[in-house]
């Protein structure tokens, strides 16, 4: 019985540092807030100008807000940051397109093809759609 012992006696030490709780490791989602369309940039009715937490900019002309302070377009039109003298307030104002002779962009990108004028990349794309059909309907 003396020759079946178990073996040497092995001490075993920790190898890592102690598991104790860490202050840590938490984080939230982004909310991805901002201005989403700059002054100069046209906006169609009920897209979003800014995110905002808070009044930072003002609506002015045809600009809306939200419940959550997010400004929003009223109109089809070209967006124009401006200041407000009293107590200088940032405000959003959308600025009409003139009546555009009840053309769509897509023709108005194919009359100017055949005039010979050159194309800005958004007309080219209007066109190469128009050719092909809605996405999503194409048959290959």
Do not use: W
Not at 69 to 91: H, S
Request: charged share 30%.
């Amino acid at each position: 019985a003396a020759g079946r012992g178990r073996g040497r006696l092995q001490v075993q030490c920790a190898h890592k540092k102690g598991g104790g709780s860490t202050k840590n490791g938490r984080d939230s989602v982004s909310k991805r807030l901002g201005v989403k369309v700059y002054g100069g940039q046209h906006v169609t009715p009920g897209g979003i100008i800014v995110r905002q937490r808070g009044s930072k900019f003002y609506p002015g002309e045809n600009v809306g807000m939200g419940k959550d302070y997010t400004l929003f377009a009223l109109t089809e039109g070209v967006v124009e940051f401006d200041y407000k003298c009293k107590r200088d307030r940032q405000i959003v104002n959308v600025t009409p397109l003139p009546p555009a002779d009840g053309k769509t962009p897509t023709e108005r990108a194919a009359a100017s093809q055949k005039e010979g004028k050159t194309l800005t990349r958004r007309e080219k794309h209007l066109i190469k759609f128009a050719e092909l059909g809605r996405p999503g309907s194409r048959e290959y």
